[in-house]
């Protein structure tokens, strides 16, 4: 049987301007969304879930948990790229942030961490969670920007191109026996 990692990305937050974003919880639209997710998860058995420590991903791990039956695991270092003392930008500003964000990883352009400083975290976390659980396909809910660089760094699919199709919620699948990425899933 095929063994796979599937990233997820958190479903849609209630924004609340003054605080920030990663104590952010799901909005009622963002439940029901999280509910459609969980159903397209069924065609690739998940057995494991782990979810960053940040509220919407949690609640979103939450509903695909108990769709499966799965016990949940928190680690807090899945949490997305560290933009706590970041305000809230608008829509345009906070894009052009994440594309300098993507375009000078070594420097801190955006937020606590640079994209090499997110990356390296994420990815030793990603990858202790597939060492402790080699023989099982493992859903790791978790956050755009790092899902992003994850994939990109394995599969050469451009950083800023994906996280700009990243929806909320969506999913990337990875086949662990060859590594490579094989579904990219938004419509839900």
Do not use: C
Not at 8 to 24: G, Q, R, T, Y
Not at 89 to 106: A, C, G, M, N, Y
Not at 134 to 150: E, L
């Amino acid at each position: 049987m095929r063994k796979y990692l599937i990233l997820v990305k958190h479903s849609l937050p209630e924004i609340i301007e003054d605080l920030p974003a990663n104590k952010w919880k799901l909005s009622k639209e963002g439940q029901a969304r999280a509910q459609r997710l969980a159903e397209l998860l069924n065609r690739y058995q998940p057995e494991i879930i782990v979810s960053s420590s940040e509220p919407k991903a949690v609640e979103t791990a939450e509903i695909i948990a108990r769709k499966y039956q799965l016990e949940l695991h928190v680690i807090d270092d899945l949490h997305e790229h560290d933009r706590s003392n970041a305000p809230y930008l608008s829509k345009d500003e906070f894009q052009t942030s994440i594309r300098e964000f993507f375009q000078k990883p070594d420097e801190l352009v955006f937020g606590r961490e640079t994209a090499n400083q997110a990356h390296a975290r994420f990815y030793r976390a990603v990858h202790s969670i597939l060492n402790s659980h080699a023989n099982n396909t493992v859903i790791i809910v978790t956050h755009g920007t790092v899902i992003s660089m994850f994939v990109s760094r394995s599969t050469g699919i451009s950083e800023l191109l994906l996280w700009s199709e990243l929806g909320l919620p969506s999913f990337v699948v990875i086949d662990l026996q060859s590594n490579t990425l094989i579904a990219r899933e938004n419509n839900i």
